[in-house]
C-alpha cells in the first residue's frame, strides 16, 4: 500500500469513525431525553393518580354529615369500601408475596418496588402510590431549645449541630444551599434569641475542634466528615456574605472560618468562595470585620508551601485592588479604612519576599507608564490617569512596603523607582494650585527615609521650591478681600490639605490657603532635617536649607509663621553645635564606616533638640486630627435633642429675619 493510500485510508477512516461516534452520541442523547419525557409523564399521572384519591377519600369523610344512614349501610356490609387507600396497600402486597414491607416505613419502602410483580398491574399502581404517598402527614419537628444547643455543643455532636446551624441561618432569612435532605436543617427556635447565639455556639465550638474532623495526614477522616464540613462552611460563607448588618456575628463567623483553612483545598470550588468574600469584607466600615476578614485571606495566603501557591497571588492581588477600589476617594470618612488596607498590603507582602519583588515590580512599572504617558502626551485622559487618590494612594502603599522590608536582599532595590516617579510627578505639575499633591508626596518620601534608615532624598529643595515661590508670598499680612469681611472671607477659604489634591483659583490667591501651606511645609521641613540630624554630614548637608530660611524668615511679616521659622532655627542651630562638637571628640575619619555607623547610632539614642522639637509637633497633629474625628463622630449621630434644637435654631433665625424686615419696612 502506497503512502498516498494510506493518508486516504486515514482520512476516511477518521470521517468514518467521526460519523459514527457523532450518531451514537446523539442517539444515546434521544434515547435519554426519550427515558426523561416518560418518567416525567409518569410522576404526572402519580400526581393525578394522588389527586383523585385525595378527593375520594374526602367525599367518604363527607358522607358522615351528608348521609349517615347510607355510611352505616356501607359499614355494616363491607367497611373495605370506607377503607380507601389502605386495603389497597395491603391487597398489593398480598397479591404481590410482601409481608412486613407494606409499612409506612421510608427505608422499607425503598426496595418495594424490586419485589412487587411485574405483570400485576393493580400491583404497580398500589406500589407507585405508596412509595409517593405517606401513610400518615408527619409530626411537626421539636423546636430547637437552649438545653439541647448545650448539649449538642458540648458533646462536639458535629451533624446535630450543623443542622442547627443551617437552620438559625435560615430563620434568619438566609439563603442557604444546603445539600442536606433532611427536616432537622429546617427547624424552629424556641426563643428568638436563640437563633444568633445557635450561630456563634456552632460556628466556636466546630471551629475549636477541627483537629477531631482531620486525620493524621492533614485530610478529613471520611466521606461524610467532608460533607458535613461542606455544609458548614457553604452555610458559613452565605451567612457573611450576606449579612452584614451585624458586625459581631459577621466577626466571629470569620474567626470561625480560620481554623478550616488548611482544610478548604479538599473542597472544590471552596478556597476560591472564601477567598472572594474574605476579600470583599477587607474594605468593611466595621473594623472589626475588615480584621477578621484578612485574617482569612491572610490564612489562605501563607498555608503550607505545597498547595499555597495556587491562591497566593490572587490573594496578594485581591488587597491591593481593595486598596484602590476604596481609594477611589481619600476623605475623613474613609481614612481609617485605607489606612487599615495599606497596613494590609504592607503585612501580607512580607509573608514571601520573592513573589512580593515580583507584584512591587510590576505595579510600580506600571505607575511609571501613566507618568510616562502623561509626559509625552499631556492629553486630559492621560493627566486623569495620574492626577487622582487611587494613583496617589497606590504609590504611597508601595512607599510602604519598600521602606518597610528596605534591606538590599528583601524590597531596597524598589525604593529608588518609587522615589523617582514621585518626583517625577511633583515636576510634572508645578502650578501653586497643585501644591497639596506636592505635599502628600513630600510628606510620603519622608515617610521612605524615615523607615529606610534614613535613606537620603532630597526633599528639602522641593520643599524650599514651595515656599520662595511668589505665589506662596507672605510679606503682606493683609488678604484679598476687605477688613470688614476678613474673618469670613479667611473662614469660606479655609482648606484641609490633607484631603485635597488641588484647590481653585480663588483659594490659591486666599491668605488662608498660603498660610495652610507654609505650615505644612514647615512641619515637613523640621520632620526631614530631624530624620537626618543624627548624620555625621549633617551640618553641611543642611547650611542650604538654614541660609533659605533665614532669608524667608526676614521676609514673613505674619507673626505665626516669623515664630515657627524662628524656632526652627534655634533648634537646628543647637542640635549643629551638639554635633560638631561631639564629632571634634572623634578620631575617626569619612572613610571609616563602621566607626561612623557606631557615631550615628550614638547620636541617635542620645538625641537632640531638633528632634525632640519634631516629636512634639508630630504628638500636637496626632492629638489634633484625633479630636476632629471625634468631633466629627459627634455630629454624626442624630439624636432627638439635636433634631429639636436644630428646629428651634431655625425658627428663630427665621423670626429674627421677619423682625428686621418688619423694622426696616417701618424705617422706610
Not at 477522616?221 to 467532608?226: E, I, L, M, P, V
Request: proline fraction near 3%; hydrophobic fraction near 35%; charged fraction near 30%.
Amino acid at each position: 500500500m502506497t503512502t498516498k493510500d494510506k493518508k486516504s485510508f486515514k482520512k476516511y477512516a477518521k470521517k468514518h469513525l467521526a460519523t459514527v461516534i457523532e450518531s451514537r452520541r446523539k442517539g444515546a442523547k434521544a434515547k435519554k431525553e426519550k427515558m426523561e419525557r416518560v418518567e416525567r409523564r409518569k410522576i404526572k399521572e402519580a400526581k393525578e393518580t394522588e389527586r383523585e384519591e385525595r378527593e375520594h377519600v374526602e367525599q367518604l369523610e363527607r358522607l358522615k354529615d351528608t348521609d349517615p344512614e347510607f355510611h352505616s349501610y356501607l359499614e355494616s356490609e363491607d367497611p373495605t369500601l370506607l377503607q380507601f387507600g389502605q386495603d389497597d396497600m395491603d391487597l398489593v402486597g398480598e397479591n404481590s408475596g410482601s409481608d412486613a414491607s407494606t409499612e409506612a416505613d421510608e427505608g422499607d419502602l425503598e426496595g418495594l418496588e424490586d419485589d412487587l410483580s411485574d405483570d400485576d398491574e393493580d400491583g404497580e399502581e398500589g406500589a407507585s402510590r405508596k412509595e409517593r404517598q405517606p401513610r400518615e402527614p408527619r409530626a411537626p419537628l421539636k423546636r430547637v431549645t437552649k438545653e439541647e444547643l448545650k448539649a449538642v455543643v458540648d458533646g462536639k455532636k458535629i451533624e446535630a449541630a450543623i443542622d442547627i446551624f443551617v437552620s438559625a441561618a435560615r430563620e434568619l432569612g438566609f439563603n442557604i444551599k444546603d445539600a442536606g435532605k433532611s427536616d432537622k436543617a429546617r427547624r424552629k427556635f424556641e426563643e428568638p434569641s436563640l437563633v444568633k447565639e445557635s450561630l456563634v455556639s456552632v460556628a466556636r465550638c466546630l471551629g475549636q475542634n477541627v483537629s477531631s474532623l482531620i486525620s493524621g495526614k492533614g485530610t478529613f477522616k471520611n466521606h461524610k466528615t467532608r460533607y458535613l464540613v461542606k455544609r458548614l462552611l457553604i452555610a458559613l460563607v452565605s451567612v457573611i456574605a450576606e449579612g452584614g448588618s451585624d458586625a459581631n456575628l459577621s466577626a466571629t463567623l470569620l474567626h470561625a472560618i480560620a481554623p478550616f483553612v488548611p482544610v478548604l483545598h479538599y473542597i472544590k470550588g471552596l478556597t476560591k468562595t472564601v477567598l472572594k468574600t474574605a476579600l470583599n469584607l477587607c474594605a468593611n466600615l466595621e473594623e472589626r470585620i475588615r480584621v477578621a476578614a484578612y485574617v482569612v485571606v491572610r490564612a489562605i495566603a501563607t498555608r503550607a508551601t505545597g498547595t499555597r501557591s495556587m491562591y497566593q497571588s490572587t490573594a496578594f492581588k485581591g488587597v491591593f485592588l481593595a486598596l484602590i477600589r476604596t481609594a477611589h476617594q481619600y476623605t475623613i470618612h474613609n481614612l481609617p479604612v485605607v489606612s487599615f488596607l495599606m497596613n494590609c498590603v504592607v503585612d501580607l507582602y512580607g509573608t514571601d519576599m520573592e513573589a512580593a519583588y515580583q507584584h512591587v515590580f510590576v505595579y510600580t512599572r506600571q505607575l511609571a507608564v501613566y507618568l510616562r504617558a502623561v509626559l509625552q502626551q499631556q492629553s486630559q485622559a492621560n493627566v486623569r490617569a495620574v492626577f487622582n487618590w487611587q494613583y496617589l494612594n497606590a504609590l504611597r502603599a508601595w512607599g510602604l512596603v519598600v521602606s518597610t522590608y528596605s534591606e538590599p536582599a528583601q524590597l531596597g532595590p524598589m525604593i529608588h523607582p518609587v522615589v523617582q516617579i514621585a518626583l517625577g510627578v511633583m515636576d510634572l505639575f508645578s502650578s501653586p494650585r497643585m501644591f497639596p499633591m506636592h505635599l502628600h508626596m513630600l510628606e510620603m518620601l519622608n515617610h521612605i527615609s524615615s523607615r529606610a534608615d534614613g535613606a537620603y532624598i532630597p526633599v528639602a529643595s522641593y520643599l524650599l521650591r514651595i515656599l520662595t515661590s511668589p505665589a506662596m508670598s507672605l510679606g503682606k499680612e493683609s488678604g484679598s478681600s476687605k477688613r470688614s469681611r476678613d474673618g469670613k472671607r479667611e473662614q469660606e477659604d479655609q482648606v484641609d490639605l490633607q484631603f485635597t489634591m488641588r484647590v481653585k483659583k480663588s483659594q490659591s490667591r486666599g491668605l488662608a490657603y498660603r498660610l495652610s501651606v507654609w505650615q505644612e511645609a514647615l512641619y515637613l521641613l523640621t520632620e526631614h532635617m530631624a530624620t537626618h540630624s543624627s548624620n555625621v554630614g549633617f551640618p553641611e548637608a543642611f547650611w542650604s536649607v538654614e541660609s533659605t530660611l533665614k532669608k524667608l524668615k526676614q521676609e514673613v511679616k505674619i507673626p505665626k509663621i516669623h515664630s515657627q521659622i524662628s524656632t526652627i532655627l534655634k533648634h537646628y542651630d543647637t542640635t549643629v553645635k551638639k554635633l560638631q562638637a561631639k564629632r571634634d571628640q572623634g578620631n575617626f575619619g569619612p572613610c571609616d564606616v563602621t566607626a561612623v555607623k557606631q557615631f550615628e547610632d550614638e547620636m541617635k539614642v542620645a538625641g537632640n533638640p531638633l528632634a525632640q522639637y519634631h516629636a512634639s509637633l508630630r504628638q500636637q497633629r496626632v492629638a489634633a486630627f484625633a479630636a476632629k474625628q471625634k468631633a466629627l463622630k459627634e455630629q454624626q449621630r442624630t439624636t432627638l435633642d439635636s433634631v429639636v434644637d436644630k428646629k428651634r435654631g431655625g425658627k428663630r433665625r427665621q423670626s429674627a429675619r421677619q423682625d428686621a424686615d418688619d423694622n426696616n419696612q417701618d424705617e422706610a
